[in-house]
């Protein structure tokens, strides 16, 4: 076994691999760029090399680097994470090349499948299920705008070389490969240094399923189950979950075997991941289609590991070792249910614009994951793991990717798994950027979700105008007013007794007006608490200055976050910011004197959404525009985004020019 080994990734992949290294008994060495000096991964390592400037074109991915500091630190191996240089087969070659073993598969492996038109043409061959399309190089726009009338709308357009959801545009029209395929060429590019892009059919109600592969050099090759990652957005995962609601003991068989067929038939071993496509609309299952395969670790492994209780990255620690599998096929099991929801540091309230800034709070609902030594923490503290990288006071910037964590929850069903997720995402305390997790905590809300009729438009469908936050019942909100009422009565009684014009606080009753959601309530807290005069049976912890407060309700639990504003409260909880005003009940009707503040006119700019760097400028000063038409594009955090008129108008003024890096909020054009 390995002495010591070095990670060359960052962030809480680092971590992950850290924590198995450490109660493996293997030392480990951390690579670090200047963003990442402080991170938690440094701290946690047993060494730390620094490899370079931010930009992970100038450190995480010099492959020189990463062998020199291995060389420094005498590491015998490496474990690349995921991205980077997980599936690059020059990294993997140089590697070989200075003695030094590699955490991962053999290089043709990574060759075979990491050229996604070459993979389709061995999957082929290995008899696997392939999407229709065509399989070769497309020359340009043109021949773009040929291959896909030939192959019938609507089509993805993929960069070969992609992965993460970078490099995709899903077409419904000549006009849509025209627009979105320079794009995929330039993301492409940017992200994988690769602009081939290929085009393939898009199927209709799709879900995005895969299988968990492992294999040792010893030949032995098994199917650790699958994962369900249909929910996605702009083709980037956000929530998955293991097993999925969909695959039957017979489908979950079929596509072991294909997947494992061809994993032999490129001589595959380490941990890595088969992705198929399968129609929703198929009543059999029998229709999945091999997408690509990813020779390294997934991000969404936890699930897996959850449910079958084998720690992947030991086993890929074990394997590039030497050893054999130590367990085989008819022993991996399926024990409950596990879902991982992605913490994005993007804004779902402003079109999931990509957010960064310093977390001026972070607190998980649990510490990191972690193990007791003997490989039991793959569940976590109470079914709830938490895999992250970054720290209270840290930097979210705008060189990596948006993940901020990843919480896992496991329960003995899929219902408890998911009420497990509202449940800690209640308690996910983060600040300074902003963040998605009210949005994740309505999805396991939804009802959709919950019957598990998914498919990959899920998100699109579900939310068309974008999100506003998840829909509150009727109960649950006279369950708010309560609470909003019994903080409210706490603050006034603090702010008494801290004013020193009372020794304690005034007997009941407190009669309060509560406004929010346009519907206002009427509390009373006397020996019982009564909304619009219905009893309730409410027991509370807060104590102001606090900022959850803890309540129960006719047994049903709340945490809710207390925020307070000039009119009254700012309550979050359940996937939902409720703005709450709060008056004594003898003076709201004074409300409606109340003049009214009307917000200014912003719909004559084009504002930068987030910070980024203006990629193209698509107009000039005098020119006619019409809604819907492009503008111009932003590139932040990897992905373009494409911003257009609202409204037919004139360019009156430009003042940004391409090539620009952009502040937040910065005006780019004046329209007419």
Same mark, same amino acid.
């Given at each position: ?16 691999? &850290? ?23 440094? @701290? ?6 620094? &490899? ?84 070769? $190089? ?51 590019? /940017?992200?994988?240094?690769? #602009? ?36 996605? @957005? ?107 929801? @992605? ?7 402003? +079109? ?8 001026? *709070? ?15 923490? *793959? ?8 895999? #992250?990288?970054?720290?209270? +006071? ?20 899929? #219902? ?52 506003? +936050? ?8 006279? /369950? ?15 702010? @008494? ?6 020794? +304690? ?20 807290? $006397? ?54 005003? &709060? ?90």
């Amino acid at each position: 076994m390995f002495k010591k080994i070095l990670i060359a990734n960052r962030g809480e992949i680092a971590c992950r691999v &850290i924590k198995t290294a450490r109660r493996m008994g293997i030392a480990t060495v951390a690579v670090y760029s200047d963003a990442d000096a402080r991170a938690p991964f440094v @701290r946690m390592a047993d060494e730390a090399v620094h &490899i370079g400037p931010s930009p992970a074109a100038q450190s995480y991915l010099l492959a020189e680097r990463i062998i020199a500091a291995c060389k420094q630190t005498g590491a015998e191996a490496v474990h690349p994470g995921y991205g980077f240089l997980s599936e690059r087969t020059a990294f993997a070659e140089a590697l070989a090349a200075e003695g030094i073993a590699f955490i991962g598969p053999p290089v043709a492996a990574i060759a075979a499948m990491g050229d996604k038109i070459e993979s389709k043409k061995l999957a082929l061959k290995a008899g696997v299920n392939v999407v229709p399309g065509f399989v070769g $190089e497309i020359e340009d726009t043109e021949h773009a705008v040929r291959i896909s009338a030939e192959i019938g709308y609507p089509v993805m357009m993929k960069a070969s070389a992609g992965g993460g959801g970078k490099g995709m545009r899903l077409a419904y029209s000549e006009q849509d490969v025209r627009e979105g395929f320079e794009a995929v060429k330039r993301e492409g590019l /940017n992200s994988f240094g690769d #602009d081939r892009v290929f085009i393939e059919k898009f199927i209709l109600n799709p879900r995005h399923i895969e299988i968990q592969i492992l294999g040792d050099q010893h030949g032995n090759i098994l199917y650790l189950n699958e994962r369900e990652c249909s929910i996605q @957005r702009r083709h980037q995962k956000v929530v998955e979950e293991a097993p999925s609601p969909f695959v039957t003991p017979k489908m979950r068989k079929a596509m072991g075997e294909q997947c494992v067929a061809l994993a032999r038939a490129v001589g595959y071993h380490s941990a890595g991941t088969v992705e198929l496509i399968v129609s929703g609309a198929d009543p059999t299952g029998e229709s999945f289609y091999f997408l690509e395969m990813n020779t390294r670790l997934q991000v969404e492994h936890p699930v897996t590991e959850a449910i079958t209780g084998i720690d992947l990255v030991e086993q890929m620690i074990r394997v590039a070792a030497g050893e054999k599998l130590a367990f085989t096929q008819a022993e991996v099991k399926i024990d409950g249910w596990a879902v991982e929801n @992605r913490v994005y540091a993007e804004d779902p309230y402003r +079109g999931f614009l990509p957010s960064t800034g310093r977390l001026v *709070r972070y607190d998980p609902p649990v510490e990191g994951w972690t193990d007791d030594g003997a490989g039991n923490g *793959r569940r976590g503290v109470d079914g709830v793991r938490v895999d #992250d990288g970054v720290y209270e +006071g840290g930097e979210v910037s705008m060189f990596y990717d948006p993940m901020i964590a990843k919480l896992v929850t496991w329960g003995e069903t899929r #219902d408890e798994a998911a009420d497990k997720q509202i449940a800690a995402l209640d308690a996910f305390e983060l600040e300074g950027v902003g963040h998605n997790i009210d949005f994740v905590s309505a999805i396991m809300q939804h009802p959709r979700f919950r019957s598990g009729e998914l498919t990959t438009g899920f998100i699109a469908e579900e939310y068309p105008e974008g999100f506003a +936050g998840a829909a509150t019942s009727d109960e649950v909100s006279v /369950n708010l007013a309560a609470i909003a009422g019994f903080v409210a009565t706490a603050r006034a009684d603090r702010a @008494r007794q801290t004013s020193g014009q009372l020794d +304690g606080a005034l007997d009941p009753p407190y009669d309060w007006s509560v406004t929010f959601g346009g519907k206002t309530y009427v509390v009373r807290l $006397e020996e019982d608490v009564t909304v619009d005069g219905e009893a309730i049976d409410l027991g509370a912890s807060y104590t102001p200055g606090d900022r959850f407060v803890e309540a129960t309700i006719a047994g049903e639990h709340y945490c809710v976050k207390v925020e307070p504003t000039r009119t009254g409260l700012r309550l979050t909880t359940r996937g939902a910011i409720h703005q709450v005003r &709060i008056l004594p009940a003898r003076i709201a009707h004074l409300t409606m004197h109340m003049i009214e503040k009307i917000p200014p006119d912003l719909s004559k700019f084009l504002i930068c959404p987030m910070p980024g760097l203006l990629v193209a400028l698509h107009v000039g000063e005098g020119d006619r525009v019409e809604p819907g038409q492009p503008l111009a594009v932003v590139e932040a955090m990897k992905m373009e985004n494409i911003l257009r008129a609202e409204k037919a108008a004139v360019v009156k003024k430009i003042n940004a020019r391409a090539g620009e890096s952009l502040a937040v909020d910065a005006v780019i054009l004046e329209l007419d």
